[in-house]
């Protein structure tokens, strides 16, 4: 949050407080926004920024708030990336998949030299080793934890003998910089008490995982693509299991909606998971529960849709369908 706030209080121009003004956050939100930065960036920096000019007047350095008037904007118009949720069966195929191998190859572009000077760009393939990324994925669909927050954790994080399993991450690496307790299931931390109990009590359980873990998923489920066919019994099956690929969106990147799955998409997975079974998604550790339901509306949109399929079909003149009383 510092750091935002040095950022942009610089692209501000802002040398001392009394520069602090509404005017020039305004022509930086503009500014940004032209230059392609993302609507929910350009109102995170805004935060930051009102919550250092609030800090300002309470601590009597300035009268009053400069910022007050400062609107943020409408981050539901400028969504860069729409996810979906895994379904049950799609998430247990991934599971299933990471738990059986460390190494994965995500795509590499490079540039090849032609004879005549000029180059082109090609893919090969990158070979990492990302252990206990079964765990991983587990976890951050078991409590919508972001990927910064799960790197970050340590045996110590974690309470697995208690009555009620937790698992605690420290306020210097929570979105909201609090410190945050957040209960487990007892399946989920059994499940997880081997890879926890291989790692020394002050190491990073996922200290090896890259900063962008989007290609790293991207492969596992081309991976379980690959076994859902390769687990067919005959070739009929397997037949019928390549046309139910191409034909749905089973552990797709994207969907024909334009909806991805990378790694972000196990917070969606957990909220969703949340909500279908009438829970209200306090958990997913949002500023409010507005933001929660407004980001992932999408929940409730497909629940419903799915109550309605399942109502009696209605006909004109309603000649089918009546009950009798």
């Keep these: 949050m510092d750091s935002f706030i040095k950022q942009a209080a610089g692209a501000c121009g802002w040398s001392t407080i009394a520069a602090v003004d509404g005017h020039s956050v305004a022509e930086y939100m503009t500014v940004r926004s032209g230059r392609g930065l993302g609507t929910a960036a350009i109102n995170h920096r805004v935060r930051a920024l009102k919550g250092f000019a609030r800090w300002l007047v309470t601590n009597a350095r300035l009268a009053r708030d400069p910022l007050a008037g400062v609107k943020l904007l409408n981050a539901g118009a400028d969504r860069r990336i729409e996810r979906r949720a895994l379904e049950d069966d799609e998430l247990a195929a991934l599971l299933d998949v990471a738990e059986r191998s460390v190494s994965i190859a995500v795509p590499k572009p490079y540039r090849v030299?032609?004879?005549?000077?000029?180059?082109?760009?090609?893919t090969g393939w990158r070979h990492l080793r990302v252990p206990h990324r079964g765990a991983l994925y587990l976890l951050a669909a078991s409590t919508?934890?972001?990927?910064?927050?799960?790197?970050?954790?340590?045996?110590?994080?974690?309470?697995?003998?208690?009555?009620?399993?937790?698992?605690?991450?420290?306020?210097?690496?929570?979105k909201r910089r609090r410190r945050d307790v957040q209960p487990i299931r007892r399946d989920v931390a059994e499940a997880l008490r081997p890879v926890i109990d291989a790692c020394g009590s002050s190491e990073r359980i996922w200290a090896k995982a890259p900063d962008n873990l989007a290609p790293?998923?991207?492969?596992?489920?081309?991976?379980?693509?690959?076994?859902?066919?390769?687990?067919?019994?005959?070739?009929?099956?397997?037949?019928?299991?390549?046309?139910?690929?191409?034909?749905?969106?089973?552990?797709?990147?994207?969907?024909?909606?334009?909806?991805?799955?990378?790694?972000?998409?196990?917070?969606?997975?957990?909220?969703?998971?949340?909500?279908?079974?009438?829970?209200?998604?306090?958990?997913?550790?949002?500023?409010?529960?507005?933001l929660t339901m407004n980001r992932y509306s999408h929940v409730a949109l497909a629940d419903t849709s799915k109550a309605l399929d399942a109502l009696p079909v209605l006909t004109a003149g309603g000649r089918r369908n009546q009950r009798t009383l």
């Design 216 to 290: 790293v998923i991207a492969s596992d489920l081309r991976q379980a693509r690959w076994a859902y066919v390769r687990h067919a019994t005959d070739r009929d099956d397997r037949r019928r299991r390549v046309a139910f690929l191409r034909e749905s969106s089973f552990l797709a990147t994207v969907d024909d909606a334009g909806r991805k799955i990378d790694f972000h998409a196990l917070r969606h997975t957990f909220i969703t998971r949340l909500a279908r079974s009438g829970v209200t998604p306090t958990l997913a550790r949002h500023g409010t529960i507005t």
């Design 144 to 174: 919508g934890f972001r990927s910064g927050e799960l790197r970050s954790l340590t045996p110590r994080s974690f309470n697995l003998d208690a009555e009620t399993p937790t698992v605690t991450f420290e306020a210097g690496y929570s």
């Design 113 to 122: 030299a032609r004879a005549d000077g000029s180059k082109v760009l090609k």
